[in-house]
Antibody, heavy 116, light 110 residues
């Protein structure tokens, strides 16, 4: 079945970097775009952007430029979200989701906690 | 891009119908048929229940239906069941070639 499996929870100190992985299975990885969505604790969903899995070209939402980088490794059907210079307000669950006109399915989410 | 506006909470009794609104602008909901809805149970990932305003993915109950009128999209759940208790989010494509979510609505089944 189509599924996205993300890397496990991570605890980082302020200023550090984190890389979240999202491995796809059950479909041809390059047939669909891959989107990223953030959900801060107790808050709603926030669209971060998407990456073209054919060209590797990323599109970032406002507020997610500079410290956020989307990348791919199509040889292992995986997408990555790297966040640098982490701040406490980056603490959130980060989801990958297939598609860019609608999002289906979603990965199980990766909790990134930023704390000293 | 501002979030779409949803009511913070709605409630209904088992068997009843409820509607959740999602208000945007002429630059998103009112201009594109790319509205989708997601159901999220506590501690779980969101699940797609409606796409392209009113289409249901395979496996989603026909108790869920979607529509739009002007700048407002709506999700209707008929025959409420206990398992429908969850958070619901709308999403729309925008003229800025980006996507925006609503703030979410907590559905309580009384």
């Amino acid at each position: 079945q189509v599924q996205l499996v993300q890397s496990g929870s991570d605890l980082k100190k302020p200023g550090a970097s984190v890389k979240v992985s999202c491995k796809a299975s059950g479909y041809t990885f390059t047939d669909y775009a891959l989107s990223w969505v953030r959900q801060a604790p107790g808050q709603g969903l926030e669209w971060m952007g998407w990456i073209n899995t054919n060209t590797g070209n990323p599109t970032y939402a406002q507020g997610f430029t500079g410290r956020f980088v989307f990348s791919l490794d199509t040889s292992v059907s995986s997408a990555y979200l790297q966040i640098s210079s982490l701040r406490a307000e980056d603490t959130a669950v980060y989801y990958c989701a297939r598609g860019r006109t609608w999002f289906d399915p979603w990965g199980q989410g990766t909790l990134v906690t930023v704390s000293s | 891009q501002s979030a779409l506006t949803q009511p913070a909470s709605v409630s209904g009794s088992p068997g009843q119908s409820i509607t959740i609104s999602c208000t945007g602008t002429s630059s998103d909901v009112g201009d594109y048929n790319y509205v989708s809805w997601y159901q999220q149970h506590p501690g779980k990932a969101p699940k797609l229940i409606i796409f392209d305003v009113s289409k249901r993915p395979s496996g989603v109950s026909n108790r869920f239906s979607g529509s739009t009128s002007g700048n407002t999209a709506s999700l209707t759940i008929s025959g409420l069941q206990a398992d429908d208790e969850a958070d619901y989010y709308c999403s729309s494509y925008t003229r800025s070639t980006t996507w925006v979510f609503g703030g979410g609505t907590k559905l309580t089944v009384l």
